[in-house]
């Protein structure tokens, strides 16, 4: 028979955490919240390239939320003054994120000179620059970069690392956890959340179908790995026994709220923070977030070799006709760096990775601390009705 929702059933929808496990009845007052030291369940998704400067970091952290630090594509030494500075500027936890590498790229010369050829003809990038792709040498150490980095994340004791593309080895996060540091890693897909947990990781980030920038997924990438927030955060929740955080498509209070009722004890929103001032996102990149309202966005590997979601321009659509395999990332990223930083000198929309999520549309161009306080004000507003206190300080 069909049953209603009950005012008591919805209160406790709202409250999944402090229903499930008989605690605090505050919205904000969470097992992440607790876990990590933060006064609100919001996470400023790490964005490597550039978008998550020190000082957007350091902003969010000393709202309430936490900043994270997107350090995929930074060498060990930039890692550490980029940590310094957010030391500098905030005395609150923060995140740093990292790319985990894959061992088994298989670097095909053949494939490799085809994309050469394929992005020598594309118009006047390539009368400028088409020496500088020929003289690409694509090499592939896997893990090299990955535990100089690494190695810094330890010696600095950053109080909370996650990861992406991957999972470290149980050795790895035990000794990050032995040092003090809190290990998130990133699921899409329960049989991930599963790998993530018995790795040993203190949560899960379950990044939806919706999500912006690059797809976390490792163990095979297809159809069966592109499941909406709304039915992936659930049925992790149901599977692994640690806090989840929801990411992909959450811009404001509205998707906080959900993302709490589906039993997410957080939320992960990059997107949200891609047009804030303190982003370091180009300017023609928070121009098309804040303005290109009826854009798409799509997945694409055309450029870094990993599925990506982006808003659609000239380089995706040219790329969905080139027949021949794309390479794998980070071969594809090599390969495409001289477009994409020519892209950037030249203000060029059109071979700009436009990384952004399905939602972007609803996205505000405000400080971060200014967003943060309203995603908190815009929550409380959703949930008020589910609870009687006001937010814990
Ligand atoms: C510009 C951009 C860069 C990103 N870089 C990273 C990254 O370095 N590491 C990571 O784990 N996730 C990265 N992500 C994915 C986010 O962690 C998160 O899953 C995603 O932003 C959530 O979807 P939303 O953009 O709709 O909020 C990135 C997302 C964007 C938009």
Redesign the pocket.
């Known amino acids: 028979m069909q049953r209603f929702l009950l005012p008591d059933d919805i209160s406790r929808a709202f409250k999944p955490n402090a229903y499930v496990k008989g605690e605090s009845h505050v919205w904000n007052d969470t097992s992440v919240t607790r876990m990590l030291g933060i006064q609100y369940p919001i996470i400023q ?5 550039g ?1 998550s400067t020190p000082e957007l970091v350091a902003a969010v952290s000393n709202e309430g939320g936490l900043g994270f630090l ?1 350090a ?1 594509y930074m060498s060990a030494d930039s890692i550490r003054s980029g940590i310094r500075r957010i030391r500098e500027l905030t005395d609150k936890p923060f995140g740093v ?1 990292l ?1 985990i590498p894959d061992e088994n790229i298989q670097l095909d010369r053949e494939i490799i000179n085809s994309m050469k050829r394929q992005l020598k003809s594309l118009g006047s990038f390539a009368e400028e620059f088409a020496g500088e792709i020929d003289s690409i040498q694509v090499e592939h150490t896997p893990g090299a970069d990955f535990a100089k980095q690494l190695e810094v994340i330890i010696e600095e004791r950053v109080p909370i690392f ?1 990861f ?1 593309f991957g999972c470290p080895t149980r050795e790895t996060i035990e000794e990050l956890k032995a040092r003090g540091t809190c290990v998130i890693g ?1 699921a899409t897909t329960v049989a991930e959340a599963m790998t993530l947990e018995r790795a040993g990781v203190d949560a899960i ?1 379950a ?1 939806g179908y ?5 797809r ?1 997924t490792f163990l095979g990438f297809g159809a069966s790995s592109l499941i909406g927030t709304i039915a992936l955060v659930p049925q992790i929740v149901d599977t692994v026994h640690l806090p989840v955080i929801a ?5 404001d209070g509205r998707g906080i709220a959900a993302c709490l009722a589906l039993g997410a004890s957080a939320v ?5 923070f ?1 047009a804030s001032l303190e982003s370091g ?1 180009h300017p023609e990149h928070k121009h098309a977030i804040l303005h290109s309202r009826d854009a798409e966005t799509v997945i694409t590997t055309a450029f870094s070799g990993k599925p990506a979601r982006g808003i659609r321009n000239d380089f995706m659509t040219i790329m969905e006709a080139y027949e021949a395999p794309i390479p794998p990332y980070p071969v594809q990223n090599t390969l495409t760096r001289p477009l994409r930083n020519w892209a950037a000198r030249q203000s060029n929309p059109a071979f700009m990775s436009l ?5 972007f549309a609803l996205s505000r161009e405000a400080s971060a601390s200014d967003l943060v306080r309203r995603f908190v004000q815009e929550a409380q507003q959703v949930l008020s009705p589910f609870h009687d206190e006001q937010p814990k300080t």
């Open positions: 998704a790490p964005m490597a390239g978008p997107g995929g994120n790319f996650s992406t990133t980030v990044q919706e999500a912006g920038g690059h976390g990411s992909g498509g959450i811009m992960q929103m990059g997107t949200a891609l996102a990384w952004a999520g399905q939602a």
